[in-house]
């Protein structure tokens, strides 16, 4: 069988384990079971093996406090939360909602975390977040103009807009700060 459906079976046997309406007399060998069928994956993708890690927190989440876990699983749950969704697959998805036990304010900008992503055949090191916003405005006689929207790297609470030719034609400094 594939990792795929050895993933299926993996995660319809945890669906069973948290079924209320079976007998629980036999939660043992719905664990059991649980724990056999996410163990049957030895190796694969990187993205498999994220979702079988979070498969393996949610099991034993079946049985004891989500404030017991231990803490490398709690680790490995923070690690997978703050990856790409679109490269860290399903996995990343169900850390981040476990990971709302400890943090319940937490957010992600997937933009952000995937962008790195984007260039595989290029460095991406040097990624100027702030290049990458642009504001359209409409000016008074509702012809549409493209403005570019960046941030004053000396003053983290100053925004400029500039014209096409990078003429600065309006700057805002903000009285508050935002912290992330």
């Not at 719905?30 to 049957?40: F, K, M, T, V």
């Not at 304010?105 to 984007?118: E, F, I, K, S, T």
């Not at 100027?128 to 103009?145: A, F, L, R």
Request: overall charge negative; proline content about 3%; aromatic content about 6%.
């Amino acid at each position: 069988m594939q990792n795929i459906g050895k993933l299926r079976e993996a995660e319809r046997a945890i669906n069973l384990l948290y079924d209320i309406t079976t007998n629980a007399s036999n939660l043992t060998d719905r664990y059991n079971a649980a724990l056999l069928a996410n163990e049957s994956m030895l190796s694969g993708e990187d993205w498999e093996m994220n979702e079988k890690a979070i498969n393996h927190a949610l099991i034993l989440l079946s049985i004891i406090p989500a404030d017991s876990l231990p803490q490398n699983v709690k680790d490995d749950i923070g690690t997978i939360a703050h990856l790409c969704p679109y490269v860290g697959g399903n996995g990343v998805l169900k850390a981040r909602n476990l990971w709302m036990h400890w943090r319940p304010n937490a957010l992600w900008d997937d933009r952000v975390l995937c962008m790195p992503g984007q260039n595989k055949n290029q460095d991406h090191n040097d990624i100027d977040i702030d290049s990458v916003y642009t504001v359209i405005i409409k000016e008074n006689n509702m012809q549409s103009g493209q403005t570019n929207f960046q941030t004053n790297h000396n003053n983290a609470n100053q925004i400029s807009l500039s014209d096409k030719v990078q003429n600065i034609v309006y700057t805002l400094t903000l009285r508050i700060a935002i912290l992330l």
